[in-house]
C-alpha cells in the first residue's frame, strides 16, 4: 500500500514492522560510502530514504528526477526531514530520468534567475518552492468563489472569442475565426453585467482574459486569469469595496489554514481577517496627496518632482502610508477622476454628468501593488446614451450595451482581482511571471 | 429591508404587519380591472405583487422587465404562486424597460425555436427556465473541482495559447500574437501533463478549449468548457473510470441536492448515485457487436446496413442497451483501436505497440451521448520515441512531449468531460447550444 512523504512519520509509529511503499521523484541523491541517502518527492513533500547500498536500477545508478516506487520500513529519526524515513528493501523504477538534466530542480530558487527559471519551465514547475506558489494559487481561486457563492454568486463561464472589443481600444489580439476575424476578450465585463441584467442579480466568473499590451514589467502578463464579480442593486462603488474586503478576508484565512507550509517556504504572512476590516478607502485626489506627502518624507521636503497620478510610485507610497496608519497595507482608492475610467463607469454625481469630475470606482492596492479595479456602472440607458458622445462614442457603435440597457437593468456594479498579482503579493515574489503556470509575454509562447 | 421572492412566504408568516420592500424584474403583468397582479422575478425566483390601481411612474405604464423596486405587506395566499403575495403599497423604478420588448422573455421557451432563443440571447436569457440551465452548470462546475479537492487534486490554470497545436491537426485557430500567430489550445493536454509530471500527481483544469471544427451539428461547439483531470500512478484507464463515476456521482448528487426547482422546470433527473456504480465498462469491440444487435431489433435481423464505428446512432443504441440491462444509461466504451486515439496514448498490451490493436483508452457515453474521452498516456520516453514514427511524427516534431517524458515522469492518464454536454444530457435540452451562454458556432460570435 502507498503511503505519502507527509504520513511516513505517522506509518513509523503504526506501521513499524510492516513493509510500506512510496512513490515519487528523486529530489536528492546523497552517498555516504556504505550507505545512500535518497530524498524522495511526492505531491504531499519529501520524504527520506535509506539505502544500503547504492541504489542501481537495470539501466544503472539511479537518476536525479527519475521517478521510482520504494518498499521497506518506516523508522523514526529525529535527524530525518519530517522526523522519519524509510529503510529501503527494495525499489523499482518506474520512469528513468536521462541523466543530462538541464536544470538543477533541487537548487534554491531565490538563487535563479527569472530566465532561466522560465527557460527551463517543465523541470522548474518541479521545485517545491515554486509548486508552492501554485498550490497557493488554487487555495485562493478556490476560497474567492466559495465566499461569493455563500453570498448567492451563481458562477458564470462567458465566451473569450468576440465579436468586437466591449470597450474598444487597440490592446486587442485577433482571432482568425472561419473566415473573418474575433479578437479575444480582454474582460468579461459585458457579459457579467448581461446576466446581471438577465436577473441572476449576482455573479462571478474565473478565466483567462488578454491583454496585448506591449510593455513587458514585472508587473504585466498579456494573458491572465481575472477573478470577476458583478453584483446588482448596489448605491455606490462602497457596497463592492465592502464585499472585496469579505472575499478577501475569506481567501486569506483560507491561505493560512490550507497553506503554512508554502506560506513558510516563501517567509510570507497573509493579513489577519481583523486587519482587512480595517483597510481603509482613500477618495483619489487625497491619495495623491498622501502620495506626494511620503514622497516628500523620503527625498526631502524641498525636492521638485511630484507625483501627478496613480503611478506604481504612488500605489507603493500609498499602501506604505496604510500599513503604517491603519495596519495593514492594504488601501482601496476610490472616486477615480472620469478620465482614468472606461465610458460605462456611472458618475458620482448623480444625472450630471456633464459636470462630474469623478466617478463611482476605486482600485485595490495591496503590499504596493493594484490587484483589483472596479466601480459601478450605468444603467440607466437614457443617460448612458446620452453620455457616449462626450467619449467619442456613436451609440450605433454599442449596440451590445444600448440593448443590455434598453430592457431593464438594475443598479449595477462589480471588479476583477488578477490572480497572479494577488497570488505575487501574498507570497512576495519578484514578478507577476511566477506566478503564472506558463506565462505569456511578448516573446513567450512556449511551453 | 429586502425580501427575496422565494422568502416571501416566510415574511407573510413572521413578519405580516411590517413593510418590507421586494427588487426585481417586472416578469408579467394582468389587469384585472380594479386591481392589477404583477409577477416579480429576482435571483431567487418569482412573488406575486397585487397593485390597487393601474401602476404607474412617471414615465407612464409600468413596462415588461422593468426593474423595479415595490414595498408592501406580505400576505399569505393560497391562490398566490409560492402561496403568498406582496399587497403594494408604494413602488419605484429604478430602471424603465422600453416597451418594444422584441422577444417574449415569459413565454414557454420550449414553443421557441433554437435559432430565435439565440439571436436574442440577451434577452433569452432571462427567462426563468434559461436560467436554470445556467445554475444547474454552475452546480456542476462546482460540484467537479469538489470531487476531486476531496482526492487531493490541485487545481490548475494553463495557457490557452500554444506555440503550436500538441496534438497536431488542423481544427485548430490561429491568433495574431504580437509580430507571429500561435494558436488557441484544444486542450490543456499537454499542461495537464506537465503537471503531473512535475510532482503534484493529481490535477485538474475548468477552463475554455477551442475547436475549429467546421460541422454545425446539436453536438458541437466552436468554443465550450472543458472539465478536466490528469492523474498519476495508475495501472490503466480502468482507474480513471472509477474516478470519474466517483465524480459524476457527486456531481449528480449536488445537483439533486441544490437544485431540485431546477430539475423539476425541464422535468429532469439525475441518476442516483447508486445506480452511476452499475455503470458497465465494454470493451470496444463488444459495444459495436451490442450497438449492432440493437440496431437489428429495431430494424429487423435481416436489415443489411451495419454499424462499423462508434457514431452518434452507435453512441444512442449502447445507452440503451444499458439502460436496459444495468439500469442507467451511462456506459464506459474502453479499449478503443490505435487508430482511433491519439499518438500519446498507452498500448493496451505493454511493450508491443507494434502489434497493438487496442489502447488503455475510454469514452463515457451519458444518454446517448459521448460526454468523456480518456485514457492512460505514454510516460516511457524510449518507448513514446519509438512509437512517434507510426503516427508519421518525428520526434524533433515533438520537442515538448519528448522533454516532458525524458526527466522521469510516472504511468499516468486523464479525462475530459464537456460541461455543456454533460449539463444538456442532465436536463434532456435539444442542443448543446443551449448550455452555452453566449455558444459560439460557425455563424455566431454576438452576443
Chains 1, 2 share one sequence.
Not at 467619449?391 to 437593468?409: D, H, N, Q, V
Amino acid at each position: 500500500m502507498r503511503f505519502l512523504a507527509k504520513d511516513l512519520t505517522t506509518a513509523a509509529r503504526d506501521k513499524k514492522d510492516t513493509e510500506i511503499e512510496v512513490s515519487g521523484w528523486v529530489h536528492r541523491i546523497r552517498d555516504m560510502g556504505g550507505i545512500t541517502f535518497v530524498v524522495l518527492r511526492d505531491r504531499s513533500g519529501l520524504a527520506q530514504l535509506v539505502f544500503d547500498q547504492k541504489p542501481e536500477d537495470s539501466g544503472g545508478a539511479l537518476t536525479l528526477e527519475s521517478v521510482i516506487c520504494a518498499s521497506g520500513c518506516a523508522t523514526l529519526n529525529e535527524k530525518a526531514p519530517g522526523g522519519a524515513e524509510l529503510r529501503v528493501k527494495s525499489f523499482k523504477t518506474l520512469s528513468k530520468a536521462a541523466p543530462d538534466l538541464p536544470y538543477q530542480v533541487n537548487a534554491d530558487i531565490l538563487k535563479m534567475g527569472l530566465e532561466t527559471i522560465l527557460d527551463n519551465r517543465l523541470l522548474s514547475l518541479r521545485n517545491p518552492k515554486v509548486q508552492a506558489i501554485f498550490k497557493v494559487q488554487a487555495t485562493i481561486a478556490a476560497a474567492f468563489a466559495e465566499a461569493l457563492r455563500k453570498q448567492d454568486f451563481t458562477e458564470i463561464k462567458s465566451s473569450k472569442l468576440v465579436g468586437s472589443g466591449t470597450e474598444g481600444g487597440t490592446e486587442l489580439f485577433t482571432v482568425e475565426y472561419f473566415d473573418r476575424k474575433v479578437c479575444l476578450a480582454q474582460s468579461p465585463q459585458f457579459y457579467k453585467e448581461v446576466m446581471v441584467a438577465s436577473g441572476l442579480e449576482r455573479v462571478f466568473e474565473i478565466a483567462p482574459v488578454y491583454r496585448a499590451e506591449k510593455h513587458d514589467t514585472p508587473r504585466h502578463l498579456n494573458e491572465y486569469v481575472s477573478l470577476d464579480v458583478e453584483m446588482g442593486f448596489i448605491e455606490s462603488e462602497k457596497d463592492l469595496i465592502e464585499l472585496e474586503k469579505n472575499v478577501l478576508a475569506h481567501i486569506f484565512e483560507e491561505v493560512a489554514q490550507k497553506n503554512p507550509g508554502e506560506l513558510e517556504m516563501w517567509n510570507a504572512r497573509v493579513p489577519d481577517s481583523g486587519a482587512v476590516a480595517n483597510a481603509p478607502t482613500v477618495p483619489y485626489d487625497e491619495s495623491l496627496r498622501i502620495a506626494n506627502g511620503e514622497a516628500a518624507k523620503t527625498r526631502g521636503a524641498g525636492a521638485s518632482s511630484r507625483i501627478f497620478d496613480m503611478n506604481p510610485e504612488a500605489e507603493r507610497l500609498i499602501c506604505e502610508w496604510a500599513k503604517r496608519e491603519h495596519g495593514i497595507d492594504l488601501v482601496f482608492v476610490n472616486e477615480f477622476p472620469r478620465r482614468y475610467r472606461p465610458f460605462y463607469t456611472y458618475p458620482l454625481d448623480k444625472g450630471e454628468e456633464g459636470t462630474a469630475v469623478s466617478t463611482m470606482s476605486f482600485d485595490c492596492l495591496f503590499r504596493g501593488l493594484e490587484i483589483t479595479s472596479g466601480g459601478r456602472r450605468h444603467h440607466d440607458y437614457n443617460a448612458f446614451v446620452e453620455t457616449l458622445p462626450r467619449f467619442g462614442i456613436k451609440s450605433e457603435e454599442m449596440p451590445g450595451y444600448c440593448a443590455l440597457l434598453k430592457y431593464g437593468c438594475p443598479p449595477h456594479g462589480g471588479f476583477a482581482i488578477g490572480l497572479e498579482r494577488l497570488t505575487e503579493k501574498i507570497l512576495g515574489l519578484s514578478s507577476v511571471k511566477e506566478a503564472s503556470l506558463f506565462p505569456r509575454d511578448r516573446k513567450r509562447v512556449e511551453p
